[in-house]
């Protein structure tokens, strides 16, 4: 008897059936599959990331405890002006090429308050860059109160809890005419105490001894301590106006602070010319000159303690040799 078309319909719509039913089966084994997959992956992924993070973390902590507990830390301060942009610039470079051993050296360039709008946006783009500036709460000065305002604003700014304490051992003052040789500063301060020091060149320039004046204002150092009493004495507030590094060495003298002293003379002291009785030809055993006015007197300090002795050779570029008695073309910075 042959197959009627409802019969035949039956068959097909079951055939239908089973097949759909078998697709939902396989999409579901595979749906399975496609799971533990993603689960194996996320994991091994997972696993990968821990591994990498904790590699980060070991390389991080053995970064950290190779660091020596006698490590020296200190703060450059180079006190400028904001519209001084190729000094700042200039100044990284030799800064920047210097690497002392056993000491944290941080360098920062410090002047008061942006006055004009191009200032906002090139010293914006200089901290992007190099975050290696401090702007002071002040109107811009040399004698009445800037130095005041840059070590009384320190505390404030670097005391932290998560960070060592102090933060800095040593907060050095420089003018941006001093050349300091890191490395020969390093070396005189690792036998000096770390509290109640003052530091510098002594003036008048005939004195060798530091407790009868003051330090010379190219550069001098204070043990952390005294940048915390520095904030919150009322010596230094009631005494801002004058020859800055006179007026520092009265609140020193006043406060009977410092009680700590090392005169770096003749380490430190003026460019040869003009000569007077606080200059002297360069030596070796130099920490910092001072008056470097022009970029002939940078270039001949530099020629002087050979600052680019550790040029690597390359293809790149070929320097030739130039004699010390070489003149370069004379101009401020």
Known sequence: MKPTKHSNGQRFIISCFFFILFLCILAS????????????????????NSSLESSSLAESTKLSSSSSPDEIRILVGILTLPDQYQKRHFLRMIYGTQAPEGAKVDLKFVFCNLTKEDQTILVALEIMRFDDIIILNCTENMNKGKTYTYFSSLPEIFNTTEGPHPPYHYVLKADDDTYFRLDALVKSLRPLPREDLYYGYVIPCPSMDPFVHYMSGMGYLVSWDIVEWI???????????????????????????????????????????????????????????????????????????????????????????????????????
């Open 29 to 48: 084994i595979n749906e399975i599959r496609f799971d533990n997959l993603v689960r194996f992956s996320q994991c091994a992924f997972s696993s990968s």
């Open 231 to 333: 904030r919150e004495s009322d010596i230094p507030k009631t005494h801002l106006e004058g020859p800055e590094d006179k007026v520092f060495g009265d609140w020193i003298r006043n406060g009977h602070r410092g009680k700590n002293r090392f005169n770096a003379k003749w380490s430190m002291y003026n460019y040869p010319q003009p000569p007077t009785r606080c200059t002297h030809e360069l030596w070796p055993n130099t920490i910092a000159v001072h008056l470097l006015k022009t970029q002939e007197k940078w270039i001949k300090t530099l020629q002087y303690f050979n600052v680019t002795k550790n040029l690597k050779p390359s293809k790149l570029y070929h320097i030739p040799h130039i004699s010390k008695n070489c003149s370069a073309q004379e101009h401020i910075l």
